[in-house]
């Protein structure tokens, strides 16, 4: 148990629908990365947060959105998702907001498939 | 922009040594790192190296970088059948005001013949 954790584990909707992943960072942690990970893209950066602020986004599309709560908990939210959606969505959590040399923890992951 | 290079694909004997490359472009990059994802699961810290080291040794781990061709190496040494897996190669850059991210190669997959 690497301390992040991620739910649900697994997912399964159909196109044009709305799913809600979350995240609990490992204790102590105050950034949290979302990644997608999918057989052609590989691993792609999608967002993080420090504190409860938005740092930086990277590969997010415009259906998507994230935020992170005042307990540090995060929440990525998918709408009116596409067959090409289906990936693993992971989230990871660092101490400090430039990360360290420990880099990142991640979860076990969020399988989604659209159907 | 960043990007990370890595060989999409190796298989070794049990026993043997394997190495894993990555190239990588972000000649700021402070860390680089490693990790194992294993089947069905996250992706697990394996080792990491300070840009101003040239070797680091953890184990049967070794990473060797050379900064001036930005290329970096994992060899396992003595390499057993739990370490099939797919390694990912990662350089934290910067994403601005003060923010660091890892961008990852596609990763290797490593394949462990008994």
């Known amino acids: 148990d690497s301390g992040v954790t991620q739910t649900p584990k697994h997912l399964i909707t159909a196109t044009g629908q709305r799913v809600t992943l979350r995240c609990s960072p490992r204790s102590g942690d105050l950034s949290v990365y979302w990644y997608q990970q999918s057989l052609d893209q590989g691993l792609q950066f999608l967002i993080q947060y420090y504190n409860g602020e938005e740092r930086a986004k990277g590969n997010i599309l415009e259906r998507f959105s994230a935020q992170q709560f005042p307990d540090l908990h995060s929440e990525l939210n998918l709408s009116s998702l596409e067959l090409g959606d289906s990936a693993l969505y992971f989230c990871?959590?660092?101490?400090?907001?430039?990360?360290?040399?420990?880099?990142?923890?991640f979860g076990s992951g969020t399988r989604l498939t659209v159907v | 922009g960043e990007d990370v290079e890595q060989s999409l694909f190796l298989s070794v004997r049990e026993g043997d040594s394997s190495v894993i490359n990555c190239t990588y472009t972000?000649?700021?990059?402070?860390?680089l790192y490693w990790y194992k994802q294993e089947p069905g699961a996250g992706l697990q810290l394996l080792t990491y190296i300070f840009s101003n080291m040239d070797m680091k040794q953890d184990q049967r781990l070794t990473v060797l970088l050379n900064k001036k061709d930005k290329h970096l190496s994992l060899r396992i040494a003595d390499t057993q059948t739990g370490d099939s897996a797919i390694y990912f190669c990662a350089e934290k850059g910067s994403s601005g005001a003060g923010s660091y991210q890892l961008t990852f190669g596609k990763g290797t997959k490593l394949s462990v013949i008994p």
């Open positions: 990871a959590s660092s101490v400090a907001l430039a990360g360290d040399g420990y880099g990142y923890t």
């Open positions: 972000d000649s700021s990059s402070t860390y």
